[in-house]
Structures are given as C-alpha cells and as structure tokens.
C-alpha cells in the first residue's frame, strides 16, 4: 500500500507509544512495512538524482560504486567485496577517545578483553602459535582486517602476527584513528608487512596530527587511506583541509554511510532517518553527503579513489561472504541493529514538511486509526 505521509506519521506516534513488550498485530506491521518503502523510495529517488550528476560514476561489479583511480581503489574492499570477505582479527578492546558516532558509545570501558597472549578470528580465540594449524586447515583467507578498538593502544604486540599472516601471503589491512601513531610505528608496521592501513579521519575531525600521519605511513605502507563514517561534521572539517589532506599522497577515501545501533541512535536524536531493507537505520544526510563529496573529487580530478561505501555496500558485502561461505541462494546475515523497531526515530522525517512521500494512497478499508482490529 502507497500509505499517505499523514497517516504513517499518525500510525507511528501511536506505535512510539506502545510498552516495548507489545508486539504488533499484522496488519500494524503492514503499514510499518509500507511506512519504510515509502521512506526508503523518496530517499533512493533522491539520491539517484544526485548520481545523475556524477559524470565519472563507476561500478565494482554492481556491488559498489566509486570514482577516481581504478588502480587505487583499496584491495581490502575488494576482498570484502569479491573475495571471502572481511575477516576481521580482534585483539585490543580499548580505545583512546569516544565518537558520537562509534557502535560501541557509551560501553567502551565495558568492552570485553581478547585475552591475555589471544587474539579473535572468525569468533575463535587463537594463541599467535597457533596460526599455522588455522592456515593449514582452513583455505587462505583473500584478506584480513585487523579492527576493535584502536589497535595503537598496544600495537607493538601486532608485528608478529602481521609478519606471519604476511609469509602467508594474506593481503591484511589495519584500522586506526591514528592519534597514537607515530613515525616508528608506522615503519614497524610496514616492516611487518601491513599492506594497507585506513585513517578514521573524521575520528580526529580531521586533525593536523592525523593527517600528517596518513603522510608518514605512505613512506612506509603501500596503501594508505582514509575510512570514515560521512557526518556533516567531517564533510566541513574536510573541506577546509582539502589541499593538504590530498597532498599526503593517500590513495583512497572510503565515505562509509553512517548507520546507527543501540548505543549511538540517542546522539543523532532528531534528525531525519530511513531503513534501509527493514535492515540498517541511517541519517539521511549521511549517503547524500557521500554523494556530493564524490561528485566533487570527479570533477576536480583527485589521483585517487573515492568510495560510496554505503548500506546497498554493505548488502552486497553480507550476500558475497554468505556466497563463499556454501550457504543457501539469497541467504545473507544483513539485519537490523535494533531488537526492537525505534519508531520515535522515524517521527522527525514524518513531520518534515519539506520530505514528502512519491505517491500516495488512501489506507484500504481495515487499516485506519479506529478500524484495525486484528
């Protein structure tokens, strides 16, 4: 059903009211449902509209899309993308500032520890001893991730385990705010054999230190870029340091759309959200930030690649990793962050005036306020 913007909004007020315990009848998820593709058309027709306008718009195999330098767009998205996925290796739980916007806000001195002389991989803890017996049972990953927290909290405990991954042959990349690092580390870290390394730029609201460390490890680590969620705060931070974040000699940016759990919603409290899939909960501004700052780097030509790493991304991503997994046609673990639908986050675009529905429809008979009965 085509449900009006009126009527979605009277239905959601009345859903944000409900004790948490209540569950919805079938035909309230009905209009839910219809309330989200509603949504979620609007803000597709408009970003596509802003797609339009980028001249130099390219496709990774329908999974993703990018701009700029094909050479330079980062192999460890590529891995993710067309490879066996991210397999992400996690050692420190700790990290050494808070972001609005970090999945873990407001628990992070409740993280739990690896373990002492343990690292995680795949959910499994392993002794660094112990990586020979995985790579000797298990096929050689396309690609590692080293993430969770901030690995330069103690990143001298990761050289060996670079070192060994990298006589492997095992394309790693590593993930930092980059406050902590420093010349030596950086170079320890290319030693090892780290063959990419990504800056939360927008971590450091794109501070002075950071980008001269994305400088530094270009000196020493073969791809260097930056990775950040796309917050209006990093796209102004950003543009007032183009010129000398572009001079660093770093090789992509990857503009990953924000999306929101539990822990950080609260701090985006008001501003106009969709679902996307009935999965991710997104800012509206994030992708369509992402979106403007690509069209900029292709008319301006940048030497590098620009990624739209956003929710349609991260689909791709989930159904290319349950591919190489064996599993069945279509399965993926894309969901909701969210044990229970937020519907008071979805009031404030429902009572934007200047957001408006494609098309609507009358509620058929059975589905307005007074008349939904089962």
């Known amino acids: 059903m085509k449900i009006s913007k009126k009527d979605a909004l009277q239905w959601f007020e009345f859903f944000a009211m409900l004790p948490e315990e209540e569950e919805l009848m079938v035909k309230q998820q009905e209009i839910v449902y219809a309330t989200f593709a509603q949504i979620e058309e609007a803000i597709d027709h408009r970003n596509e509209k802003l797609m339009e306008d980028i001249e130099g718009l390219k496709t990774l195999e329908k999974r993703t899309l990018y701009v700029g330098n094909d050479e330079k767009f980062p192999r460890g998205c590529k891995s993710c993308l067309l490879g066996t996925g991210l397999n992400a290796i996690r050692k420190t739980n700790k990290c050494n500032i808070e972001c609005k916007f970090c999945y873990n806000y407001g628990e992070l001195n409740q993280i739990p520890p690896v373990g002492e002389g343990m690292w995680e991989i795949g959910g499994t803890k392993f002794y660094e001893k112990d990586i020979d017996l995985l790579l000797s049972v298990y096929r050689k990953p396309t690609g590692v991730s080293y993430v969770y927290l901030e690995p330069f909290m103690e990143i001298e405990k990761y050289y060996s385990i670079i070192s060994r991954f990298k006589e492997a042959k095992v394309y790693q990349h590593l993930y930092t705010n980059g406050l902590l690092a420093t010349e030596e580390t950086l170079k320890a870290l290319g030693e090892a054999g780290l063959d990419e390394i990504r800056f939360n730029l927008g971590a450091a609201n794109c501070a002075d230190q950071v980008i001269r460390n994305i400088k ?50 609260g701090n985006y409290e008001g501003e106009n959200m969709y679902i996307a899939r009935h999965g991710y909960i997104s800012p509206i501004w994030s992708r369509e930030l992402t979106l403007k700052f690509m069209k900029m780097a292709d008319e301006e030509k940048w030497d590098i ?41 979805f009031l404030p675009i429902l009572r934007d005036d200047s957001f408006q529905f494609l098309t609507e429809e009358e509620l058929p008979m059975g589905y307005k306020a007074g008349e939904l009965f089962f």
Not at 232 to 237: H, I, R, S
Not at 312 to 341: C, D, H, P, V
């Open 216 to 265: 530094i490890a270009k000196k020493y680590i073969r791809t260097v870029g930056i990775e950040t969620p796309m917050t209006p705060e990093f796209f102004d931070a950003f543009m007032k340091k183009k010129e000398m974040i572009l001079d660093t000699g770093l090789d992509f940016i990857n503009c990953a759309e924000l999306h929101l759990n539990e822990n950080n919603i």
């Open 305 to 345: 690649a620009v990624h739209d790493c956003s929710n349609q991304t991260k689909f791709a991503r989930n159904l290319n990793l349950s591919s190489k997994e064996g599993k069945w046609f279509g399965a993926s673990n894309y969901s909701s962050e969210f044990t229970r639908i937020p519907f008071e986050a």
